[in-house]
């Protein structure tokens, strides 16, 4: 009777873990997919401060914008689980988006939002070990973006200029980070590039609910009318950060005394042009990805035009 019993404890204890191997298999990877690793890369952006600032050679700076882009992009993942978990019913209503994890159904939602409250947690515990004033950027972040999952991102215009702050909020988070001296003419500059890419993801979105005919974009405040508009203003944004980026050069970039040889670096509003204007072509014919920033590192024009801007830096710098 006892050896019965005990085997029949092995042998639930032995389900028990095999069920919970399954569970394991079947919630890790789309967990993962739903993290959106790929679109850390956003967060880069808080090393730009240090590197226009010039302290190359500053250790503390380079680790403390290390630290704090490991917790931008924690708190970026935790952000994308909230939002999918929130638009789950528009995202099986979009040509792409219902082949993520939650809205298919291979995430459960009480899995992703417990994983957005832990990830967010350790977010928030490496930026407070960094200092009180990356966790207030941080939290103003993540307020922001809470914000626009709720309400903003179905309000037309307000949406992309919020998208446009978070993204130049990665830019403050690295002045902060760095203990730089904050630049008007790149903050500046940074909405004006980041609103163009929205409007341009807007602008996709209105294509492809045109091309189903749909008289509006699921979950989103724009109707298919709306097209010539998003176009004439991403237009316009862009050509406008062209224009900031020159002031830059002539008002601040030109007088850094760490730049050899800034001459060179006039190649760079060019090679702007040249990105932001193709960006639009294939806008314009309905070859942009939803997201810019797959369309950007998966281009290969793109990203010549990427490496062509970062050697044109470097040879500034050094030559």
Same mark, same amino acid.
């Given at each position: ?90 995202? *099986? ?9 939650? #809205?298919? $159904?291979? &995430?459960?939602? /009480?899995?992703? +939002? %417990? ?98 005919? *749909? ?9 298919? #009318?709306? $097209?010539? &508009?998003?176009? /004439?203003?991403? +237009? %316009? ?83």
């Amino acid at each position: 009777m006892n050896a019965d019993g005990t085997q029949e404890r092995a042998a639930l204890r032995a389900a028990t873990a095999g069920n919970a191997a399954a569970v394991r298999r079947g919630v890790v990877l789309p967990l993962v997919k739903s993290l959106r690793l790929h679109q850390w890369a956003k967060n880069f952006l808080v090393f730009i401060p240090l590197i226009l600032a010039g302290k190359f050679h500053s250790s503390p700076a380079w680790i403390a914008c290390g630290l704090g882009f490991l917790a931008f992009g924690l708190l970026a993942s935790a952000t994308y689980l909230f939002n999918d978990a929130r638009d789950v019913e528009f995202d *099986r209503q979009h040509w792409s988006k219902w082949t993520r994890p939650v #809205a298919s $159904g291979d &995430l459960p939602i /009480g899995a992703a +939002l %417990a994983a957005a409250a832990l990830i967010g947690g350790a977010s928030f515990a490496i930026a407070g070990s960094i200092g009180p004033g990356a966790a207030l950027v941080l939290a103003i972040y993540a307020v922001l973006t809470l914000l626009y999952s709720l309400k903003l991102k179905r309000v037309p215009m307000l949406d992309v200029f919020v998208i446009a702050a978070l993204f130049t909020l990665r830019l403050v988070f690295g002045i902060q980070l760095a203990d730089v001296a904050a630049s008007p003419w790149l903050l500046v500059f940074s909405i004006f590039v980041f609103l163009s890419l929205s409007l341009g993801k807007r602008y996709t979105e209105v294509l492809r609910a045109q091309a189903l005919g *749909r008289e509006r974009v699921a979950g989103r405040g724009y109707a298919s #009318a709306d $097209g010539p &508009l998003l176009f /004439g203003l991403g +237009l %316009a944004t862009g050509v406008g950060a062209i224009l900031i980026m020159i002031l830059y050069l002539l008002q601040e970039a030109f007088a850094a005394g760490f730049y050899r040889s800034p001459l060179l670096l006039w190649a760079l509003p060019a090679l702007l042009f040249l990105w932001i204007g193709r960006y639009w072509l294939l806008a314009t014919r309905g070859e942009l990805d939803d997201d810019p920033l797959e369309y950007a590192v998966r281009d290969r024009v793109s990203l010549t035009l990427g490496a062509a801007m970062t050697a044109v830096f470097v040879v500034a710098w050094q030559l």
